[in-house]
């Protein structure tokens, strides 16, 4: 079905992955065209040394660059390009991630559902596009509930295929975001150096009252990124893995300070502790193997 009079500005941000990137785009102009939308994007190109910025100014008219300075990682880049885009005169906003690629009915049914859902719930809600790996079909990121009550920063993943499903969390790969969602919540929180600003965004709606639902079928495809080489990987020494949960890619102390205080209750200081005591704690024990890689936790439990 077809939506017309409808405005999306797509945010995503990249570093050194211009195959990804144009690939990303092009299938982002497919979806488009198959649901009948106006379409803009704004890409923030974090300084990458192999041309994706300028590659995307000759490619794609209908997208705006702007240059980063190549500090900036996930969540500022997220942050610089969504502050752009809420400027716009738009219906929705879209998150995506540069490496994933949509299918061609992506939009068509994120903007169905979110019509069904804003239909019977009565209020706008944010509409997490759920992601398979190719071939297998393992769903890889969307949607998140927490695993238990004493641990409600370990979140597992939830879809269903014919229906959409509440969360509690949500990844940024690929995120509607309706307008009226947008002016309440505004922007990122640019605390966050990397990770952790898609599940905070996501919390803070909720808080605000809007929905949070993982849209039924799988959106497009984007592969998991692998725990070797990561403050998960026990086969580690612990010395590395205490700088890699420290680093702007794991767990860093002040960015994870401010998500267990604005998130955790009153118990947000055993929230805060628990991941850095874990990897501390796992060096008394004989290194393991490389765990199997799995789809990305936002939590660090």
Known sequence: MNVPGRRIVAVLTCFNRKALTLACLEALEVAARHAGVELSAIVVDDASPDGTGAAVRERFAWVEVIDGPGDLFWNRGMHRGFGRALQRDATHYLWINDDTHLVPQALTMLL?????LHRVQGRP???VGATAERGSGTITYGGRVASSRWRPFRYR????EREPVPCVAMEGNCVLIPREVAQRIGNLDPTFEHAMGDTDYGLRARAAGFGLYVA??????????????TYFDTSLPLARRWRLIR??????VRSWLHFSR????????VHFAWPYAKVLLSGLRPRASVAAPGA??????
Not at 224 to 229: A, D, I, L, M, S
Not at 262 to 269: A, E, N, S
Not at 296 to 301: F, I, K, P, T, V
């Open 216 to 229: 039924a079928g799988v959106v497009g495809y984007c592969s998991t990124n692998p725990v070797g080489g």
């Open 247 to 252: 680093s702007r890619k794991g767990l860093p």
């Open 296 to 301: 990305r936790s936002s939590s660090a439990g």
């Open 125 to 127: 809600s944010i509409v």
């Open 157 to 160: 993943l939830v879809y269903n």
């Open 262 to 269: 604005r998130h955790g209750g009153f118990m947000w200081p």
């Open 112 to 116: 169905s559902q979110a019509d069904t």
